[in-house]
């Protein structure tokens, strides 16, 4: 499995934006997939994950209200749609799949990773 990401760039505070997550070679739609996110100099936290089915969600506490994660079966593909960004989600996201999970909520069970999108929120 491959894992395409894409949508970061450089936004103001209070913006939003859409990240995609396309995967290529293995269909998720039985898979979990989740987005995890690393700033400058701390560790890889979760974001947000969502079921093989799209219809259970988990999200991060900082996140909760702001973010949304989904994904379209059909096109093998997962979102997360950030709104009323601050500088401190500034980060490189990561979109993650795990495989033979039905819903995963811990970064241990993702096997299959993306190779990041840059997020970058001004004050």
């Known amino acids: 499995v491959q894992l395409q990401a894409s949508g970061g760039g450089l936004v103001q505070a209070g913006g939003s934006l859409r990240l995609s997550c396309a995967a290529s070679g293995r269909s998720l739609r039985f898979a979990s997939m989740g987005w995890f996110r690393q700033a400058p100099g701390k560790e890889r936290e979760l974001v947000a994950t969502?079921?093989?089915?799209?219809?259970?969600?988990h999200y991060a506490d900082p996140v909760k209200g702001r973010f949304t994660i989904s994904r379209d079966n059909a096109k093998n593909t997962g979102y997360l749609q950030m709104n009323s960004l601050q500088p401190d989600d500034t980060a490189i996201y990561y979109c993650a799949a795990a495989i033979g999970s039905w819903m995963a909520t811990t970064a241990s069970t993702f096997n299959f990773w993306g190779q990041g999108t840059l997020v970058t929120v001004s004050s």
């Open positions: 969502i079921a093989a089915s799209g219809g259970t969600t």
